[in-house]
């Protein structure tokens, strides 16, 4: 059976390849050739073009393909009252390359503004698309994992305890603020849940912070604090993402060891996993999906190739899946976005429009039109 809420049977993480257009009007703004309004106005055209595809393609929902952002994660942290840009030593290294040195620190008591950028980037998704609008910022813990081991200084946070509890009171009011805008399904984007299950991340998150051990727990609390503002009529999903940059990755390990307190403990509506190569391990984890009123929805398709994926393998995977929980209970997306940085990841438009279109036959054929 089709779902009439979100997540939808054929869904996807958010981002979308940045169009040329999108591109070469952001390198025109870096050197001043084209001014902020400028921008905007290429900004608005090709995210209606890109809204219009979604709803060709017969998807249900529709996002802005974050066409406004260059990152997932610090496009939105730097709209955050406490929160500054910086620039790093270093970028993040995934599989062979290296993100541009950009990243965030705290200077000053957190909070979310009311003229935060990304509510207007959502009233404008909302006020161009038929179908549902989806709303994608990152998730609670990022903002506390990515930080460098004096990222959150003593004279603002002597206590940090005292940290997280203002973290999810800025998710509170960014729950209640999307949803004021209009939002009825926001996504918490979100690479720590992996991170967690991968050793050696978890060895060097031990190098930097002394409780990492408790990490799960503190996060659970956080997240469950942001989910408590939630009204009845929205639906807040996560997206768990082992890194993706330019089709490569960062983590790598199995659900296991956080399955039954992500899936079980954090009060998320659903879950978007990435199951698209053995780095995501087997669908064991799955057991612990409380049954009946959560939703898994299988990364099964690649964002990071343009190979199409057949129908049948794809099916296969859905059915070894169903081992572990019901058919009901699950949709199908690509594994993440296909372009969680401007960047984009290496495959061309037309392959990336043609995997939408086939996670939508797909949940066509196996939960019916």
Request: proline residues 6%; aromatic residues 10%; contains cysteine.
């Amino acid at each position: 059976m089709q779902r009439s809420k979100p997540p939808f049977r054929a869904d996807h993480v958010g981002s979308i390849l940045r169009s040329e257009a999108i591109k070469a009007a952001r390198a025109k703004r870096e050197t001043g050739e084209l001014s902020a309004e400028q921008l905007r106005a290429v900004e608005d055209r090709e995210i209606q073009a890109i809204i219009r595809k979604q709803e060709q393609v017969g998807l249900k929902l529709a996002t802005d393909g974050e066409y406004r952002r260059s990152w997932w994660h610090l496009d939105f942290y730097w709209g955050l009252t406490g929160c500054e840009k910086i620039t790093l030593p270093h970028g993040i290294k995934f599989r062979g390359v290296e993100t541009r040195p950009e990243g965030y620190k705290i200077t000053g008591k957190l909070g979310f503004p009311s003229d935060h950028p990304m509510l207007e980037h959502f009233r404008f998704l909302k006020a161009n698309t038929r179908v549902m609008p989806k709303m994608c910022i990152p998730a609670p813990p990022v903002m506390h994992f990515r930080l460098p081991k004096d990222g959150i200084p003593q004279s603002v946070y002597p206590n940090i305890d005292d940290y997280f509890a203002d973290l999810g009171k800025v998710y509170s009011q960014a729950v209640k603020a999307f949803y004021d805008a209009g939002c009825r399904y926001l996504q918490f984007d979100d690479t720590v849940w992996s991170y967690l299950c991968s050793p050696s991340a978890m060895a060097a998150a031990r190098d930097r912070m002394p409780m990492a051990d408790n990490l799960p727990q503190i996060y659970q609390d956080v997240i469950n604090v942001a989910l408590a503002a939630k009204p009845a009529d929205m639906t807040i999903t996560t997206h768990v993402c082992r890194g993706n940059f330019k089709s490569t990755w960062v983590a790598e390990g199995g659900y296991e060891p956080v399955a039954e307190r992500l899936l079980g403990g954090v009060n998320y509506d659903g879950y978007f996993l990435e199951y698209d190569t053995d780095r995501s391990g087997g669908f064991e984890p799955l057991r612990f999906l409380p049954k009946g009123h959560k939703t898994v929805v299988l990364g099964l398709v690649t964002s990071k190739s343009g190979v199409l994926e057949k129908k049948d393998d794809i099916k296969r995977r859905i059915d070894e899946a169903t081992k572990f929980a019901s058919l009901e209970q699950f949709c199908l997306s690509p594994q993440c976005g296909f372009a969680s940085t401007e960047e984009g990841n290496i495959l061309a438009e037309d392959e990336q429009w043609a995997k939408f279109k086939l996670i939508v036959d797909l949940a066509d054929e196996i939960w019916g039109r």
